[in-house]
């Protein structure tokens, strides 16, 4: 299993930016990808972005390309998500999380609140 850690989020106004942070431990040799979804009230939890271990591919969803940046720092086994053009509809609770061969753990989530 593979402990998760976000940090990073807060409130933000319109136009600004933010960094996400999510600190990996435990099984973290396993990993073969990470990234992140985010949930608004109410909604579904949706796919955000990812990035490969081996690699560094990365993935976007359409929403938040050219926008969000995901990078990752192997040796302090971290990924980061950093926000631009943050914008009202980003408000959500963000969620890290790590895949396995097998199984897929999940952070506690971190909120971020984009005021208009």
């Known amino acids: 299993q593979v402990q998760l850690v976000e940090s990073g989020g807060g409130l933000v106004q319109a136009g600004g930016s933010l960094r996400l942070s999510c600190a990996a431990s435990?099984?973290?040799?396993?990993?073969?990808?990470m990234g992140w979804f985010r949930q608004a009230p109410g909604k579904e939890r949706d796919f955000v972005a990812a990035?490969?271990?081996?690699?560094?591919?990365?993935y976007y969803a359409n929403s938040v390309k050219g926008r969000f940046t995901i990078s990752k720092d192997s040796v302090q086994n971290t990924v980061y998500l950093q926000m631009n053009s943050l914008q009202p509809e980003d408000t959500a609770v963000y969620y890290c999380?790590?895949?396995?061969?097998?199984?897929?753990?999940w952070g506690q989530g971190t909120q971020v609140t984009v005021s208009s």
């Open positions: 999380y790590a895949d396995s061969k097998g199984s897929r753990d």
């Open positions: 435990g099984r973290t040799f396993s990993s073969y990808a």
């Open positions: 990035i490969k271990w081996s690699g560094g591919t990365t």
